[in-house]
């Protein structure tokens, strides 16, 4: 018995606390925790296996009938992934779950042991069947944990809404699985990369499956579900569901991609390449404008799921331009940023979780100084943010530069204009996103964490416990690790797309070390080393003697500032609603309450709402569209059972009129 | 080893070369403009009083601040030096240790920092200065990201120093010419100048960089000047030494680009804060069209 299936074993021990005695919820509680601790450190170890073994492939011996359970190094990746999420986000559960005492904690650590199984099972399953079942349980199980707090109404409403998208797209995924498996007349992942698939139906299964996994990676505009289950969702489960759920889509498409159906035709990477971008960028402009910690991180992921999907669709385009040597680049770049994005929206959906744990509310519009009252929380929150806008020393920076490597390969290769111009226009949307998701991060951290209370709900937070400080912590740890010193994880994951059957190839880009004749250079570490030295000098020479002594109020024009004078959050966006009026559409309302003067000591009312577009302008016309269609059937729906009698009588004579005749 | 020691104790003589004349540029600017305006001006060597003077005083903190506030001129400071180190055609030679790229995230942690600390002081004028950085520097991006592009497609290349411009490929080509006025446009916004924001005042009208330090004072107030001064030379270095397709010596070039700034900023008024959008997408669009070209 191999690490991996003993692994699986203990995901299902841990699902034993759904029949736990009521009266040890909180022994449940560290039961469920523990099983999943253990089972997802088990799924490191043997990830590492596959990734580390030579690229060939490898197969469990689990397989009975038809049903196969295998994983090779493009499987191993988002183990490891998961794995990681898994064990991390686990620690922090154990005293973040312990908020949960008294309503449906028991259900809660069973379901998340199943969630993890199942996410495991979808990424080792070896035939299309395993595949759909365990990718079903694992949306039956989403959509219970998000739904966990069922009787707040919008959760509710976010949890159904996210049932019927996410059934959408395992519609268009089994569509997909049953063009590519019919044509190979087998099921089995080995015999479906031998189809014989050619023309419209080829193209129709890439569509399908492009389709079924945008919708669950969150792709504008089939983001629509992830804004509202993200924050209704209990933090440690949003940070898995954004952190690893997401990147389960990308594994699946991987596979479609380079096993099943090829890519070769120019347009399937075009398309996965632009609606990357698209959302990218759009993603992060509406991150922008939300007030709710968790809908501001929520739309950061459309941002960096759009930004790993460009990566891809940056290596399909190469690959079919016929450079698959210089298609690697890219598709590293999109395994090195689902790595590093799950790391950091892991460690950001958790340090919401403390903020709601400390002040009971996740409008950042009601907090201020939270960094003098949570200092660890603040520092881990920091550097989660720092990696999110991808600075140095992140290995959100690693994830970017790759791929803006990858695209300037692109541009190397793009003679004609019409090339030029799809070049153009990624790097500008690579530039916006870039630079608006560091507006988003410092509005987000500056108004949480830095200046003063803006209410009272701030005065009574406090430090977190232990684990939950552990679990930002040992993220924290993992991004400097990875941005500090990439070589490991970029050699690790290039040699996994090096597996799926692209050619192999040296290392083009000097990420290790500085040196000269490179094509690229980045060397985090010599940047990191040098950065030290200056910054132990500056410090020195500052701090050398006292310099600090005085403690003045800020200046605010002669008056004593308050703290409702601060900027608040929906000011520090204001420039930039207006800049992109045009995609927002703001919608706002002033109202002045008048009273006895006509303009001092007048009281106003500002309301702004800002519609997603992709709500406004498809999902509600359709929605209309159904309706009115289903409306018009509703003249032969009289209810009356006579009529309903006569329906089948007339169906019947339609039946045996048609067999006599044939 | 050896090599990668030698070219980093290389590097960073030159980062403190830089950050010796920085002061000196700024000054000349203002010397230039002062000249234009028929003033008799400060002397050149202000800036070096200015640092010093602020260095002597008491730094001033506020009791709402943090640490974020104290921690971000140094960064500020520490990350235009390290772009300091990476400019090419000094003293770096083949070697760096990061690229185009890096280069330009290096400076954005600075950015990050700034705008973090200005809301750390806990009033509307930081906030305000903040808000305003962050919309400038989003419609910046996408022309540097261009300005690097092109740069990249014509040299096969991003790391800086394979980018310095060939003379001979490059002389007064279309698409040399575009790049270079419009990374003329980018330098101004990216280092807060005229027209887009105003560094002689901090008042209602602009409010961006300097109203983002209005509550720095001492040690920290000089570090955040000579980070700012270094980041003007920085820039006129890699303009010339990127972007300029005329083969004079780079000194000469940084000089030349010093006095058209000042001649730009007397020339211009401070444009409105929504027009500079209009501003950056004609930079963009000469990137456009250079890329194009070339």
Same mark, same amino acid.
């Given at each position: 018995?191999?690490?991996?299936?003993?692994?699986?074993?203990?995901?299902?021990?841990?699902t034993?606390?759904?029949?736990?005695?009521?009266?040890?919820?909180?022994?449940?509680?560290?039961?469920?925790?523990?099983?999943?601790?253990?089972?997802?450190?088990?799924?490191?170890?043997?990830?590492?296996?596959?990734?580390l073994?030579?690229g060939?492939?490898?197969?469990?011996?689990?397989?009975?009938?038809?049903?196969?359970?295998?994983?090779?190094?493009?499987?191993g990746?988002?183990?490891?992934?998961?794995?990681?999420?898994?064990?991390?986000?686990?620690i922090?559960a154990?005293?973040?779950?312990?908020?949960?005492?008294?309503?449906?904690?028991?259900?809660?650590?069973?379901?998340?042991?199943?969630?993890?199984?199942?996410?495991?099972?979808?990424?080792?399953s070896g035939? @299309?069947?395993?595949?759909?079942?365990s990718?079903?349980?694992?949306?039956l199980?989403?959509?219970?944990?998000v739904?966990?707090?069922?009787?707040?109404?919008?959760?509710?409403?976010?949890?159904y809404?996210?049932?019927?998208?996410?059934?959408?797209?395992?519609?268009?995924?089994?569509?997909?699985?049953?063009?590519?498996?019919?044509?190979?007349?087998?099921?089995?992942?080995?015999?479906?990369?031998?189809?014989?698939?050619?023309?419209?139906?080829?193209?129709?299964?890439f569509v399908?499956?492009f389709?079924?996994?945008?919708?669950?990676?969150?792709l504008?505009?089939?983001?629509?579900?992830?804004p509202?289950?993200?924050?209704?969702?209990?933090?440690?489960?949003?940070?898995?569901?954004s952190?690893?759920?997401?990147?389960?889509?990308?594994?699946?498409?991987?596979?479609?991609?380079?096993?099943?159906?090829?890519?070769?035709v120019?347009?399937?990477?075009?398309? !996965?390449?632009?609606?990357?971008l698209v959302?990218?960028?759009?993603?992060?402009?509406?991150?922008?404008?939300?007030?709710?910690?968790?809908?501001?991180?929520?739309?950061?992921?459309v941002?960096?799921?759009?930004?790993i999907?460009?990566a891809?669709?940056c290596?399909?385009?190469?690959?079919?331009m016929?450079?698959?040597?210089?298609? !690697?680049?890219?598709?590293?770049?999109?395994?090195?940023?689902?790595?590093?994005? #799950?790391?950091?929206?892991?460690?950001?959906?958790?340090?919401?979780g403390?903020?709601?744990?400390?002040?009971?509310?996740?409008n950042?519009?009601?907090?201020?100084?939270?960094?003098?009252k949570?200092?660890?929380?603040?520092?881990f929150?920091?550097?989660?943010?720092?990696?999110?806008?991808?600075?140095?020393? &992140?290995?959100?920076?690693?994830?970017?530069?790759?791929?803006?490597?990858s695209?300037?390969?692109?541009?190397?290769?793009?003679?004609?204009?019409?090339?030029?111009?799809?070049v153009?226009?990624?790097?500008?949307?690579?530039?916006?996103?870039?630079?608006?998701?560091?507006?988003?991060?410092?509005r987000?951290?500056?108004?949480?964490?830095?200046?003063?209370?803006? &209410?009272?709900?701030?005065?009574?937070?406090?430090?977190?416990?232990?684990?939950?400080?552990?679990?930002?912590g040992?993220?924290?740890?993992?991004?400097v690790?990875?941005?500090?010193?990439?070589?490991?994880?970029?050699?690790?994951?290039?040699?996994? !797309?090096?597996?799926?059957?692209?050619?192999?190839?040296?290392?083009?880009?000097?990420?290790?070390?500085?040196?000269?004749?490179?094509?690229?250079?980045? #060397?985090?570490?010599?940047?990191?080393?040098?950065?030290?030295?200056?910054?132990?000098?500056?410090?020195?020479?500052?701090?050398?003697?006292?310099?600090?002594?005085?403690?003045?109020?800020?200046?605010?024009?002669?008056?004593?500032?308050?703290?409702?004078?601060?900027?608040?959050?929906?000011?520090?966006?204001?420039?930039?609603?207006r800049?992109f009026?045009?995609?927002?559409?703001?919608?706002?309302?002033? &109202?002045?309450?008048?009273?006895?003067? @006509?303009?001092?000591?007048?009281?106003?009312?500002?309301?702004?709402?800002?519609?997603?577009?992709?709500?406004?302008k498809?999902?509600?016309?359709?929605?209309?569209?159904?309706?009115? #269609?289903?409306?018009?059937?509703?003249?032969?729906?009289?209810?009356?059972?006579?009529?309903?009698?006569?329906?089948?009588?007339v169906?019947m004579?339609?039946?045996?009129i048609?067999?006599?005749?044939? | 080893?050896?090599?990668?020691?030698?070219?980093?104790?290389?590097? *960073?003589? +030159?980062?403190?070369?830089?950050?010796?004349?920085?002061?000196?540029?700024?000054?000349?600017i203002?010397k230039?403009k002062?000249?234009? +305006?028929?003033?008799?001006?400060?002397?050149?060597?202000?800036?070096?009083?200015?640092?010093?003077?602020?260095?002597k005083?008491?730094t001033?903190?506020?009791?709402?601040?943090?640490?974020?506030?104290?921690l971000?001129?140094?960064?500020y400071?520490?990350?235009?030096?390290m772009?300091?180190?990476?400019?090419?055609?000094? *003293?770096?030679? +083949?070697?760096?240790?990061?690229?185009?790229?890096?280069?330009?995230?290096?400076?954005?942690?600075?950015?990050?920092?700034?705008?973090?600390?200005?809301?750390?002081?806990?009033?509307?004028?930081?906030?305000?200065?903040?808000?305003?950085?962050?919309?400038?520097?989003? *419609?910046?991006?996408?022309?540097?990201?261009?300005?690097?592009?092109?740069?990249?497609?014509?040299?096969?290349?991003?790391?800086?120093?394979?980018?310095?411009?060939?003379?001979?490929?490059?002389?007064?080509?279309?698409?040399?010419?575009?790049?270079?006025?419009?990374?003329?446009?980018?330098?101004l916004?990216?280092n807060?100048? *005229?027209?887009?924001?105003?560094?002689?005042?901090?008042l209602?009208?602009t409010?961006?960089?300097?109203?983002?330090?209005?509550?720095?004072?001492?040690?920290?107030?000089?570090?955040i000047?000579?980070?700012?001064?270094?980041?003007?030379?920085?820039?006129?270095?890699?303009?010339?030494?990127?972007?300029?397709?005329?083969?004079?010596?780079?000194?000469?070039?940084?000089?030349?680009?010093?006095?058209?700034?000042g001649?730009?900023?007397?020339?211009?008024?401070?444009?409105?804060?929504?027009?500079?959008?209009v501003?950056?997408?004609?930079?963009?669009?000469?990137l456009?069209?250079?890329?194009?070209?070339?």
């Amino acid at each position: 018995m191999d690490f991996m299936e003993m692994s699986l074993l203990v995901y299902l021990l841990g699902t034993v606390t759904l029949v736990w005695p009521k009266k040890a919820e909180l022994g449940a509680h560290y039961f469920g925790m523990l099983c999943s601790i253990v089972a997802s450190g088990m799924v490191v170890f043997s990830s590492l296996n596959y990734l580390l073994s030579s690229g060939s492939r490898w197969l469990i011996d689990l397989s009975w009938g038809q049903y196969s359970l295998q994983a090779d190094g493009w499987s191993g990746a988002f183990l490891l992934l998961t794995g990681v999420a898994g064990v991390i986000i686990s620690i922090y559960a154990l005293d973040y779950g312990k908020g949960y005492l008294g309503s449906r904690i028991r259900a809660l650590g069973g379901l998340w042991n199943l969630f993890l199984l199942s996410i495991v099972l979808v990424l080792i399953s070896g035939d @299309a069947f395993t595949f759909i079942v365990s990718w079903e349980i694992m949306a039956l199980v989403s959509f219970m944990l998000v739904n966990h707090e069922s009787e707040k109404k919008k959760t509710l409403s976010a949890a159904y809404q996210y049932m019927v998208m996410t059934h959408i797209g395992t519609a268009a995924i089994m569509v997909a699985f049953y063009l590519v498996g019919s044509s190979a007349d087998s099921f089995s992942f080995a015999d479906m990369a031998r189809n014989s698939l050619y023309g419209y139906m080829r193209n129709a299964a890439f569509v399908f499956a492009f389709a079924g996994f945008a919708l669950k990676s969150g792709l504008m505009p089939l983001h629509i579900w992830l804004p509202n289950a993200h924050p209704a969702a209990p933090s440690h489960v949003s940070a898995l569901m954004s952190g690893v759920m997401l990147k389960v889509a990308l594994y699946g498409f991987g596979r479609f991609a380079f096993q099943f159906i090829g890519m070769d035709v120019f347009w399937y990477g075009l398309i !996965v390449m632009i609606m990357g971008l698209v959302s990218a960028f759009l993603g992060v402009l509406y991150a922008t404008m939300e007030v709710d910690m968790k809908r501001i991180l929520a739309y950061s992921s459309v941002e960096n799921m759009g930004i790993i999907f460009s990566a891809f669709g940056c290596g399909m385009v190469l690959y079919s331009m016929n450079f698959p040597m210089l298609s !690697v680049v890219a598709f590293t770049a999109a395994l090195v940023h689902a790595f590093s994005h #799950s790391l950091m929206k892991g460690l950001l959906f958790m340090s919401a979780g403390c903020v709601m744990h400390a002040t009971g509310s996740k409008n950042i519009e009601h907090m201020g100084g939270l960094a003098k009252k949570m200092p660890y929380t603040a520092l881990f929150t920091l550097i989660g943010c720092m990696a999110l806008s991808s600075m140095p020393f &992140t290995s959100g920076l690693v994830g970017e530069w790759l791929t803006l490597q990858s695209f300037i390969t692109l541009a190397q290769q793009a003679g004609s204009p019409e090339m030029r111009l799809l070049v153009v226009f990624a790097f500008i949307m690579l530039g916006l996103t870039g630079a608006t998701a560091l507006g988003c991060f410092v509005r987000m951290y500056g108004i949480a964490f830095l200046g003063r209370a803006r &209410t009272h709900i701030v005065e009574k937070a406090h430090e977190m416990p232990f684990f939950m400080l552990a679990g930002l912590g040992l993220e924290a740890v993992l991004i400097v690790l990875v941005g500090v010193m990439p070589d490991l994880l970029v050699n690790l994951m290039q040699k996994v !797309v090096s597996g799926t059957g692209i050619t192999p190839m040296g290392n083009p880009l000097g990420i290790m070390w500085g040196g000269s004749g490179y094509y690229a250079l980045y #060397s985090p570490a010599l940047i990191f080393i040098v950065f030290a030295l200056i910054g132990v000098f500056v410090v020195a020479s500052i701090y050398g003697s006292a310099t600090f002594q005085a403690k003045e109020v800020t200046w605010n024009c002669g008056t004593v500032p308050t703290s409702r004078q601060q900027y608040s959050a929906t000011g520090f966006s204001k420039p930039l609603r207006r800049a992109f009026d045009g995609i927002l559409n703001p919608k706002r309302r002033t &109202t002045y309450l008048r009273k006895e003067h @006509a303009y001092f000591g007048r009281k106003l009312h500002y309301e702004l709402s800002i519609p997603d577009l992709f709500n406004d302008k498809l999902y509600k016309p359709l929605q209309q569209m159904l309706i009115n #269609s289903s409306s018009s059937f509703h003249r032969i729906q009289e209810g009356s059972v006579s009529i309903y009698i006569g329906y089948t009588m007339v169906a019947m004579i339609v039946v045996l009129i048609w067999g006599v005749l044939l | 080893m050896e090599y990668i020691m030698t070219s980093i104790g290389l590097s *960073l003589v +030159q980062g403190f070369v830089l950050l010796l004349i920085a002061p000196l540029v700024a000054g000349i600017i203002n010397k230039v403009k002062a000249r234009l +305006q028929k003033r008799q001006g400060a002397s050149i060597f202000q800036e070096y009083f200015d640092i010093c003077k602020w260095w002597k005083k008491a730094t001033i903190l506020t009791p709402y601040t943090g640490v974020i506030f104290v921690l971000a001129p140094v960064v500020y400071f520490m990350t235009s030096f390290m772009a300091a180190t990476m400019v090419p055609g000094f *003293l770096t030679g +083949q070697f760096s240790m990061g690229d185009a790229f890096i280069f330009v995230y290096i400076l954005a942690l600075g950015r990050f920092f700034m705008t973090l600390s200005s809301m750390d002081a806990a009033t509307s004028f930081g906030g305000m200065g903040g808000s305003r950085e962050i919309y400038i520097s989003v *419609l910046v991006e996408p022309a540097v990201m261009l300005a690097i592009l092109i740069n990249s497609i014509r040299y096969h290349s991003t790391t800086l120093s394979a980018m310095v411009i060939d003379y001979n490929e490059a002389f007064f080509t279309v698409s040399a010419v575009l790049a270079c006025v419009a990374f003329f446009l980018v330098m101004l916004a990216e280092n807060s100048r *005229l027209p887009v924001d105003n560094p002689d005042t901090h008042l209602e009208l602009t409010m961006i960089h300097e109203c983002m330090t209005l509550e720095y004072s001492g040690k920290l107030l000089s570090l955040i000047h000579l980070g700012s001064y270094l980041k003007i030379v920085v820039f006129l270095a890699l303009f010339g030494a990127l972007y300029v397709p005329v083969e004079i010596p780079l000194a000469l070039k940084v000089l030349l680009g010093a006095v058209l700034i000042g001649i730009v900023e007397t020339l211009n008024n401070k444009m409105r804060l929504f027009k500079v959008r209009v501003y950056l997408g004609a930079a963009i669009v000469l990137l456009l069209l250079a890329i194009i070209a070339e």
